[in-house]
Nanobody, 119 residues
Framework: QVQLVESGGGLVQAGGSLRLSCAGS????????MGWYRQAPGKLRELVATINSGGSIKSGDSVKGRFTISRDYAPDRVYLRMTNVNSEDTGVYYCYARRITSYSDSDYWGKGAQVTVSS
C-alpha cells in the first residue's frame, strides 16, 4: 500500500525559512512525479511545485524564486526548501505522488503538514 508521510511543518516567522520532507513507501518502482500542493483556509488546493523522474520542475508563480523542490530515489523522498516566507504561505502542505504503469495512472496524497507564518 502506497503511503506518503510529510514532516517538517510548523511555525516560522515571516522572512524565515523552513524545510519540508516527504517519505514515500509501498511503491515497487520510483514515482513518476512527486511534489507539493497547499491549501490555505477558505481556498482551493493549489500547486506549489512538482518534479518528475527526469528532473523537470513545475512551480506556482507565487513561490518561484523562493521555494526549491528536490527529490531522492530509492527510497522515494521529496523535499521543499521554503525561504523568505510570508503570511500567504500559511496553509496545509500536502505531499503528492503520481505513479504511471502500463495499466494504471494513480495519484497519491499525504495527510498534510501545517505551516504557519507569523508576522
Amino acid at each position: 500500500q502506497v503511503q506518503l508521510v510529510e514532516s517538517g511543518g510548523g511555525l516560522v516567522q515571516a522572512g524565515g525559512s523552513l524545510r519540508l520532507s516527504c517519505a514515500g513507501s509501498g511503491n515497487r518502482f520510483s514515482f513518476n512525479v512527486m511534489g507539493w500542493y497547499r491549501q490555505a483556509p477558505g481556498k482551493l488546493r493549489e500547486l506549489v511545485a512538482t518534479i518528475n523522474s527526469g528532473g523537470s520542475i513545475k512551480s506556482g508563480d507565487s513561490v518561484k524564486g523562493r521555494f526549491t523542490i528536490s527529490r531522492d530515489y530509492a527510497p522515494d523522498r521529496v523535499y521543499l526548501r521554503m525561504t523568505n516566507v510570508n503570511s500567504e504561505d500559511t496553509g496545509v502542505y500536502y505531499c503528492y505522488a503520481r505513479r504511471i504503469t502500463s495499466y494504471s495512472d494513480s495519484d497519491y496524497w499525504g495527510k498534510g503538514a501545517q505551516v504557519t507564518v507569523s508576522s
